[in-house]
């Protein structure tokens, strides 16, 4: 009797051990270069390239967004913006809806990606990530238009998936308008830092504002601007 | 607008982003939500009075152990819930564990007592023992559950109602150990009874709520 107990009180331990350390002991996060960086893709085990073929490229250039590189940042989401347009055509040619829409639907998940970036875990695979977030915001789409599989007529549907995946479709909103709702403090440290490129200390001297103000200022805008383009596509 | 636009817009001067501050995050707001939780407690219904001599200290203790084990058994579940694509089917089961060895153990002690003595185990000190039990925990798991809530928004759960429910155990754990202090039921039974019960509704409610206000 009692060895069992204490086996089995051992057992609930190295449960508990486990879960805790597995949900707490997520990697700090710090500046690492890019060797480091690929030394840490060898260290983990391979993902699967079949189900996932951009797998480490994609992961590898994730990281190094976090890590605040432009270029690859740049680079991820150009790249992401091709598979999520084709994931993004090929579901809404299915529920009857058009390219615009779908265009739409990508912004609005670059803009979550984008608002949203700090809950990717390093230490894990980077696809499942951006496809639960893909995934996520299809459904939301579906509930908030009250959209169904069930009410799509069939001619449409061969009609939209002969549309080609890879060009680029105005999106149905308008930049300028989406812009002109959101607070005009906002507004003007997006124009300096986002449309016109200055570095944020220089937005900061041209707003009179602190540099560290002008970050908080860009990351809410930009949360309204992902609210205002949801709101939009309410209707 | 065209998305290449947008693409430019995001991508001028990333900002490095540290991606270990959401547990953090869910840690303070438990301790807050459980800080706020205790002192209303205090305001309210009061520390039992007989929490100076150590004779129930024991007793406490055990409803304490059983609070923080559903809490630590659902963190794991509640981490990954915020995170898109963490893959947290196996943590599923552990959260039920608490649940599933405290009423093992309240069956096997109602089993082995006498039959006039199995009621009064699970009514609790008094009749109103267990309506006083359901509602207080109830009222401390709100601030929790806010403060927890306010967390889980901060990270992007794509299973609104996991999230929510598991957000919801966790508040009403806490509620239930802020309640742990004024308890005076000491008995198994009771506790694995009316403390589960009003941690599940807790759970409940979080998962009902989860859709609505944790959409993003």
Redesign the interface.
Known sequence: MRPSGKNSLAFLRS??NK??A???M????E?RDASQIGLEIAKRPPVDEATHPHENELRALMIA??????SS??AL??RL?GHL?AYYRHRFARIGHGPTEA?DL??EV???L?N???????S??F???????A??KFL?YLRRTKSSFKDVPTASVEELTAESDIR?V??G???QR?MSKISSKARRV?QF???E?L??REAAARCGMSESAV?VAVHRG?KALALQIREESKV | ???????????????????????KLLLMAMVTGGAVAVLLMLATVGARPDLQSTSHLEWLAVKLLFALSVI??A??LL??S??????NER?RR?VFLPFLVAIALALAMLLFSQPLAREPMLRGATKLSSARCLISIMFFAAVPLASVFWAVRK??S?RLKLSGGVAGLVAGAIGAAAYAFSCTSDTLPFVALWYGMAIALCAAIGAQLGPRIL??
Do not use: C, F
Request: charged share 20%.
């Open positions: 449960i508990a879960a805790i597995r949900a707490w997520a990697p700090v996060a500046a967004s976090l890590d605040g590189d432009a940042y740049h989401l150009t913006t347009r265009e990508l912004q670059l803009i979550a984008h949203h970036r700090h809950t990717y875990d390093r894990q695979p696809t499942p990530w951006i496809h639960a977030i995934r996520y939301d680029a105005e999106s909103l308008d930049l989406l997006i830092v986002k449309l490129g570095s944020m970050k930009l | 607008m065209n998305t290449d636009r947008l693409i430019d817009l995001l991508s001028v001067d990333p900002q490095p982003v540290e991606t270990g501050q959401l547990g630590v058994s963190l794991p981490n990954g915020i995170r898109p694509g963490s893959k943590y552990l990270g992007a794509t959409r993003w």
